[in-house]
């Protein structure tokens, strides 16, 4: 079992997120990353999420509570993994969409709308992932898989072709 990563609360705090309910941490100087993301981030992504959703700003949601389920259902040992996963989707979100944004036909607004929305999410989503990865000094483990040889995929490889299925047209 590979070691938890820990990071200083005051390397935390000036990342500017969180920073009141870190500022109210109990006197611990660290925090691991498996409970900050799940007291911290967890949260956040949740409350965003309901918000977008109470503003009617759906397409802005979708990848955050895909997030949110990439980051609540995995083992401790995982929470690395996801979080890198979760960047490659963030990143595919992006450029996908700023690609669509090209090619739209101007007249078609809400299509326009839907698009720089999803975007701009993906774009928070990763601003916050990076984040954790730099202050938690995160390093991705890419290992080869032989499909073949029956070796199961890594989260960030599940979380990765789970997106891609959920934005499949017909979906």
Same mark, same amino acid.
């Given at each position: 079992?590979?070691?938890?990563?820990?990071?200083?609360?005051?390397?935390? *705090?000036?990342?500017?997120?969180?920073? $009141?309910?870190?500022? #109210?941490?109990?006197?611990?100087?660290? @925090? !691991?990353?498996? =409970?900050?993301?799940?007291?911290?981030?967890?949260?956040?992504?949740?409350?965003?999420?309901?918000?977008?959703?109470?503003?009617?700003?759906?397409?802005?949601?979708?990848?955050?509570?895909?997030?949110?389920?990439?980051?609540?259902?995995?083992?401790?040992?995982?929470?690395?993994?996801?979080?890198?996963? *979760?960047?490659?989707?963030?990143?595919? $979100?992006?450029?996908? #969409?700023?690609?669509?944004?090209?090619? @739209? !036909?101007?007249? =078609?607004?809400?299509?326009?709308?839907?698009?720089?929305?999803?975007?701009?999410?993906?774009?928070?989503?990763?601003?916050?992932?990076?984040?954790?990865?730099?202050?938690?000094?995160?390093?991705?483990?890419?290992?080869?898989?032989?499909?073949?040889?029956?070796?199961?995929?890594?989260?960030?490889?599940?979380?990765?072709?789970?997106?891609?299925?959920?934005?499949?047209?017909?979906?």
């Amino acid at each position: 079992m590979a070691e938890t990563p820990n990071a200083v609360v005051k390397d935390l *705090l000036s990342t500017g997120y969180f920073f $009141e309910d870190l500022k #109210n941490q109990s006197k611990s100087t660290e @925090i !691991d990353l498996p =409970s900050y993301t799940r007291n911290f981030v967890v949260p956040y992504l949740t409350r965003t999420s309901k918000s977008y959703k109470r503003s009617g700003q759906t397409n802005r949601s979708k990848i955050l509570d895909f997030a949110v389920k990439y980051l609540s259902d995995v083992n401790d040992d995982e929470v690395a993994d996801s979080i890198f996963g *979760l960047k490659k989707v963030a990143a595919y $979100e992006m450029a996908s #969409n700023e690609k669509t944004l090209h090619q @739209i !036909d101007q007249g =078609s607004k809400s299509e326009l709308v839907s698009c720089r929305q999803k975007s701009e999410s993906a774009q928070s989503l990763a601003k916050l992932l990076v984040s954790i990865i730099r202050v938690y000094k995160l390093a991705e483990v890419i290992v080869k898989k032989e499909k073949s040889e029956g070796i199961s995929d890594s989260i960030g490889d599940t979380i990765t072709d789970n997106w891609e299925i959920s934005v499949m047209p017909g979906m």
